[in-house]
C-alpha cells in the first residue's frame, strides 16, 4: 500500500513499512513537516512524545488543523515530571523518555489495535537518547521500523543534528529508508 508523503521536494508517495528521518536544528520548525505527514491520506496516527506533554501534542494537531479524532497520542513526560495525567481513550501514558520497551509495545499495539493506513511520529529520538542512550534508542528505532514494514504502516522519527556526535547521525540515517534535512531557514531536501 502506497501512503502519499506531502513532504517538499519529497516523492509523492511512499510505500507501506517505510521510515523517515527527519534531521533538523535545535531551533528547527519541525511541527509543519511532521503535522503535514500526519494529517495527509491516514485513517489514524501515533504521536509518541518524548519532548511535550499529551496536552502540548493537542495543541500543535488544533493549530495545524490535523484531525484530532484520528490521533493517539503516548506522552513519555508527564509521569516522570509529576504532571497531572488527563484520563482519555486516545491518550496513553509511560513512565519516562528511557522507558523503550513501553514506547515500543504501545506502538505495537497502536498498529494492532488500527486497521487502514497508520502513521507513527516519534518525537525525538534525541530526547530518548537523552533519557537513555543513543545505542538503546537505536534499537527501539530499529523494533519500530520493524514494526511499520509488518504492518504496512510509515513513520517519521525527529532527530536533532546538533547534539549528536557526526558518527551517531550517520548511523542512524543509514537505519532508515529515507532522510528529510531540515536547515535552519526552513528549507527542505529528501532523500528516499
Do not use: W
Amino acid at each position: 500500500m502506497d501512503y502519499s508523503l506531502a513532504v517538499e521536494n519529497g516523492p509523492e508517495t511512499i510505500p507501506g513499512g517505510t521510515g523517515l528521518l527527519l534531521v533538523h536544528p535545535s531551533i528547527g520548525e519541525t511541527d509543519r513537516i511532521d503535522t503535514d505527514f500526519l494529517k495527509t491520506d491516514t485513517d489514524a496516527f501515533l504521536v509518541v512524545s518524548t519532548r511535550t506533554t499529551a496536552r502540548e501534542v493537542e495543541q500543535k494537531l488544533e493549530y495545524y488543523d490535523v484531525d484530532e479524532t484520528k490521533a493517539t497520542i503516548l506522552d513519555t513526560l508527564s509521569v516522570e515530571r509529576g504532571y497531572s495525567r488527563r484520563t482519555a481513550d486516545d491518550v496513553y501514558y509511560v513512565s519516562a523518555p528511557d522507558d523503550l520497551d513501553g514506547v515500543v509495545d504501545r506502538v505495537e499495539r497502536f498498529l494492532t489495535e488500527n486497521e487502514g493506513k497508520r502513521r507513527v511520529s516519534v518525537d525525538s529520538l534525541t530526547e530518548m537518547a537523552y533519557y537513555a542512550d543513543d545505542d538503546a534508542v537505536y534499537e527501539a528505532a530499529a523494533e519500530i521500523l520493524d514494526l511499520l514494514d509488518t504492518h504496512d504502516a510509515v513513520g517519521i522519527f525527529h532527530l536533532s543534528e546538533e547534539v549528536h556526535e557526526v558518527a551517531t547521525l550517520d548511523r542512524f540515517r543509514e537505519l532508515f529508508d529515507g532522510v528529510i534535512d531540515l536547515d535552519g531557514e526552513g528549507n527542505v531536501t529528501v532523500d528516499i
